[in-house]
Every structure is written in C-alpha cells, then in structure tokens.
C-alpha cells in the first residue's frame, strides 16, 4: 500500500526532495506548490527537477544533505539534518537537542 | 457493441462496468457527498476526469510528472511487526529503527513516525521514557522528518479500560447528563496524558507528534485532541505537529462539545481542519469513509468532492488518508494496486491535495 | 401524510420529548389509530437515524427522540393490547466478537436498534462465542455481532456453525457488521443481514420483523 502510493503519487523523499519539500510542509505548513518552491529556489533549480533523482542526488552530495544509496563519507542522518538546517534556513529540533548535548560541557 | 471497463467495488472486488455505468456512479457519488458534508459540486470537467482516470485500463496509473505530492504515515513501522488485523507482514525480526530506515531508504517516504505497538496516548505515557531514549537514538540515524505517533483513543478512558463509564452505555439507560459527564471527565484526563507525553518528548528534541485517528470515540475526543495539541504548541513553537481524522464526520456523542465556539459534532473535513488550524496543527489528515456496497467511481467521486472543499478552505496542508477502507481506496486486508494508484491520481488532480 | 402524520414526524424529528408528547395526545384525540401513530413516528426515528450518521443531530438528540417514543407507548400502550404492555419487536443479543475490543460502532447499533423497538442484550466486546449461541438458546431472535478486524471476524462465521451444530441456526437472524465486513463476507458465511452502518442494520432488522 504504502510503496504503492510511492511510486504512483510520492516524490520520493530522500531519492530526490521529497523529504525537504515534506519538513517544510511540517515547519512551515506550506501548501504543497509553496513548499516545493521554497525548496527549489534554495537549491537554485526548476520545482520540476525536485524529482529528478540523479539530478538532485548530486546536489543532495554536494550540500551534504544525505543520499539514498550507502556511501561512505557522505553524511546521513543527524550530519545530513544539520546541512538541511542550512540550506532550508530552519532550525531542527532533533539537531538543537544534539548541539545542546554536544555543547554542554 | 457495449464496452465495458473492469473496475473494483468498494470491498475490493472486481467488477465491469460500461462507461455510461461509471458516469452514473461517479455523479451519484459526488451528489451523496454534496448532500453529506453541504459542499458545492465538482463541475463537468471534473466529472469527465475521474470518468477517464476510472476507465483506463492500465494496471498502474500514475500522477503526471511535476504533480508528486509528499508522504506521511500512521502507525510508524510496526505494520511490518502486526498480524492481518492490522494491515500487518508479522514479521517479528524487524526492529522499529530498520523499518523506519526501509521506509527511509527503500521505499523513498518522505517523512516517518516513531509509533509503539500499543498505538495509544494511554499506554504510550506508561512507557514513554522507554519511547523517548529511543527516539533519541533514532533521530541520530534518521534524515527524514521523524516525529512520534499515536490514537488519542478515548476509548480507552472508558470502563471496562478505564475509569469513566461508558457514554454509549449510559445514553441506552436514557442517562443522557451522565453520559455527557462521562464523556467530559474522560476528555479532560485524555488532555492531561497529552500534556505529559508531549511533555516528555520535547525532552529529547522530538520534531513533532502525529495525532492519527482522532475522533474515533466522537467529539470528545476530538475535544480533546485539539486542546492537547494547542498545548503542545505552545510547549514548542517549532513542534510539527499532524492531526488525522478516523472518519468523515465527528460523530456526536456528546453533542455539546465546542472548540473555538464551534460545536464539534457533525463536523466534516472542510470545517475539522479549520479548528485543527486553530489549535496549532502543521498538517490535516482528510478522512472520507468508503461505502463496500459502492463502486470505486462512486467512492472516489464522493472523496474527490468533499476532500477539494477541505483543501480548498484549508491554509494548511492537507494529507489524504488513503488506507483501507478511506479516501476512495476499497476496504479490504489487501487494497489493489490498480485502484490505489486512481484514487490518488483523482485526489491530487481534482481535490489538489498536499500529501497522502 | 396528512396534517396528524406531519406533526408526528416533524416532533420525532425535532427530538424532543414535550413536543413529541403533545404531537401523540393531539393524534389520539383527533382519532388517528395508535398502530398509525407508532408507525409514523418509527418511519421518523429511522430518519432520526440517517441524521445521526450524517452528523447533521447528535446522540443525545437520537435517545430523546427515543424517550419520546416511549413516552408514547406509555400513552398508547392500553389502547393496543388488553394488559397495557407493547411486545418488543424482537429480542436482539449484540457483542463484538471474542479477541475483539472495538465497540463504539457496535454500541451505536445497539442504541439505534433500541430505539426502533427491540430489545437488547448487548454483551459488550471481547465477547466469547458460545455466549452468542447461550442468547440464541435463551430466546434472542436477532444476533449481532460486530468485528473491527479480519483476524477477528471469522468468529462471526464460527457463531454461525456452532449454531447448526447446535440445531439452532434457524432460531435467530444473524447481523454482521463491522469495517472489514462486506455484503460478500455476509453472503460468504451465511449470515441474514449485513449492515454498512447502524441505521442500515436497523432498516433491515426492522424489515425481517414485518
């Protein structure tokens, strides 16, 4: 059910900009064409090319914001949520609670 | 000669049906959702669409390229871990921190949720310090947007689960202020254990909550709902908060249960997600119910209709619920593919909707 | 309909209980026969009930509705049989099936049913099996029973062998209801009646029983 919704409707989150496009839904509540525009114009692209996958996976490596495919020395995970940080121009509250951790002593 | 097109009834059934057939049902079905929620009716072009999009005959249809919407999900990863009763694969060897990275990494979603096998605020509060030293280890791994979720389920607050007596109960006995108290009392304690798990999550820099399946046990739950997640915005004003619905309309139990000083009671999407804006929430989870005995066409056109008013009324984003047995998709263990792929297609084109 | 009938209906629909009593007392005395006067105001509650589900009146709306109908067998009640007392239209055991702890649905079928006039033994959920066929032997005529999920569900086919087994099974109508369940599982498992919602079920009970 779900990889069907995927792969008929989804934008494909972390194999393109759907993951971005979604924390601006979610930090922002920004309809959906909003969203994507945010997105693209921070990534300086077309919203179109927010789901072309090996045209954004690059930009995804580039800015360090987490690729689908396992590769080493390419962040994931909270390293890739605090580059979305930057990127998207949002806080994080996963990402503060990591910095407050990290910063506490 | 007369073509017919196979399609599917709303138990998931294969069926054929000619096209004038479909027409049929596709006008009878947004007509009943006119009449059910008072929304204005789709125009002919959108009532042709659907018409098309029922009657292609390719196994898999699709939104046009540009037109992808985002994905959010209830229950988080434990599907995997449920039986059939819950849609699930009862695979046991699947932790919830590998789901969440399939979801992730395999399946492409846009964005998880962090859920416990017993779905409920209730027993979610009795073991949230062992949710939220999870969450936090997650959170390390994760890139997607990762909140918590659970079912306010006020049902629970109900005897035998819970202390208060049940309001359903009471009203057969004609004992209807008793019935109402019941359902007052148990909705303030309902808000009480969303205070303390939203609470205890904000501890360890959780992004957000989903509230799923709200207003299963009526408005007083719903009641409840809205004025926990209010409270949860104030905690922290950056807190993605989602509420989805449990079905189309707020079912009355109580009757006099007010938000905003709106009576809940009866409320359809279009006029849930305004009070769902109003205490806070990021993201609106549409619910229209699926009738079995129905075509797919009638269903989807009535989803379509009733689903479009709410996105168009909402300054929030609206993400349709289409699971079983909702938004158009037939209720059954195993939803088809074909018509999974429609129903999206339908409410994405004609209702514009922000995300399923 | 004439000016009797619409008031009737109009005061059921309106759901409450004075307006409900003065519209029957005002039928009586312009001679309306009491079987008229029931039957109108059970075509109203069956519209009191597809006002429920369509969220346009509330529970506590449905049951005054339901008060006001009882209000008016009291009234009518010498005028039908010899003793005074109305005889149910049926004797109804309800429950969700054993394993199954979903009963809000269930519960508002009951309620819906109570209000149309039957009388109701509503076991509550996680209900086991053979308390369904106890009912049927203790004189239900009506058994219903309601599941949530289809691991649960097959209990309802289960209640249903028990009852050939038994040699019971043409003792009582057996209603399905339920998300999972469907008009197919219905005919599937051999059960009478399947309800999509509360006011269906209702509808068809009703229709067994004239």
């Known amino acids: 059910m779900a990889v069907a919704h995927g792969l008929c409707s989804g934008m494909g989150g972390m194999r393109t900009t759907g993951d971005l496009v979604c924390r601006m839904q979610f930090a922002k509540s920004m309809k959906i064409a909003d969203a994507k525009k945010y997105v693209a114009d921070k990534l300086e692209i077309d919203p179109f090319q927010l789901t072309e996958e090996n045209y954004v996976r690059d930009i995804r490596e580039q800015l360090g914001m987490g690729v689908v495919t396992g590769q080493p020395n390419t962040p994931k995970g909270m390293p890739a949520k605090m580059n979305i940080e930057k990127v998207l121009g949002i806080e994080i509250s996963s990402c503060e609670h990591f910095r407050q951790q990290v910063l506490r002593n | 000669m007369v073509v017919d097109y196979v399609t599917r009834m709303g138990d998931g059934r294969r069926v054929r049906l000619t096209k004038e057939q479909i027409m049929s049902d596709i006008v009878a079905g947004m007509s009943d959702g006119v009449d059910a929620a008072c929304v204005p009716e789709l125009s002919q072009d959108e009532l042709d669409h659907i018409c098309e999009v029922v009657c292609d005959q390719s196994k898999i249809t699709s939104i046009e390229a540009g037109k992808e919407v985002v994905l959010s999900k209830d229950a988080g990863a434990i599907k995997f871990n449920q039986d059939n009763g819950g849609s699930g694969n009862a695979m046991p060897c699947m932790g919830r921190l590998e789901g969440i990275l399939v979801y992730e990494r395999a399946f492409g979603f846009d964005s998880m949720e962090l859920a416990w096998m017993d779905y409920s605020v209730k027993p979610v509060k009795s073991i949230i310090n062992c949710e939220t030293a999870n969450y936090e280890q997650m959170a390390l791994m994760t890139t997607i947007p990762l909140i918590m979720g659970a079912m306010p389920n006020l049902g629970l607050y109900y005897a035998p689960d819970g202390p208060h007596p049940n309001p359903t109960d009471l009203m057969r006995e004609f004992k209807i202020e008793e019935s109402m108290a019941s359902s007052e009392a148990a909705a303030e304690q309902l808000i009480k254990d969303i205070h303390y798990t939203c609470q205890e999550i904000e501890k360890v820099g959780c992004e957000g909550y989903n509230f799923d399946t709200v207003a299963s046990a009526g408005d007083a739950e719903f009641y409840a709902t809205l004025k926990g997640i209010e409270d949860y915005r104030k905690m922290n004003p950056n807190a993605y908060i989602e509420c989805g619905m449990s079905a189309e309309n707020v079912l009355g139990i109580h009757g006099q249960m007010e938000y905003d000083g709106k009576i809940l009671g009866g409320m359809y999407p279009h006029e849930q997600v305004k009070v769902v804006e109003k205490a806070g929430a990021n993201i609106f989870g549409a619910v229209v119910n699926t009738n079995t005995s129905k075509s797919f066409a009638w269903n989807v056109a009535r989803s379509a209709v009733i689903t479009k008013e709410c996105v168009k009324t909402a300054k929030i984003p609206v993400h349709a619920n289409m699971g079983m047995g909702v938004g158009g998709i037939p209720m059954c263990e195993l939803p088809p593919v074909d018509i999974t792929g429609r129903a999206a297609k339908i409410l994405i084109d004609i209702a514009n909707i922000d995300g399923i | ?210």
């Open chain 3, 1 to 210: 309909m004439d000016a009797n009938e619409k008031a009737l209906y109009d005061a059921m629909v309106a759901c409450k209980v004075p307006g409900i009593i003065d519209a029957v007392n005002a039928a009586d005395a312009a001679g309306m026969a009491p079987t008229a006067i029931i039957d109108t105001m059970a075509g109203a509650m069956s519209e009191v009930g597809v006002l429920f589900e369509r969220g346009r009146i509330f529970l506590p709306h449905v049951l005054s509705a339901a008060a006001g109908m009882n209000k008016a067998m009291e009234i009518l009640g010498p005028k039908l049989s010899k003793d005074g007392s109305v005889a149910a239209r049926g004797l109804v055991v309800m429950g969700t099936v054993e394993g199954d702890v979903h009963d809000i649905g269930k519960s508002i079928c009951s309620t819906m049913l109570q209000c149309a006039g039957f009388e109701i033994h509503d076991l509550g959920r996680d209900v086991p099996l053979g308390k369904f066929i106890e009912e049927v032997k203790g004189g239900c005529n009506f058994c219903g029973m309601s599941a949530l999920m289809t691991t649960t569900m097959t209990g309802m086919k289960t209640v249903i062998e028990m009852m050939k087994t038994e040699g019971i099974r043409d003792k009582a109508k057996v209603m399905i209801g339920g998300a999972p369940v469907t008009q197919a599982y219905c005919d599937k498992i051999g059960a009478d009646i399947y309800g999509e919602s509360a006011s269906e079920t209702t509808e068809k009970a009703k229709a067994v029983t004239e």
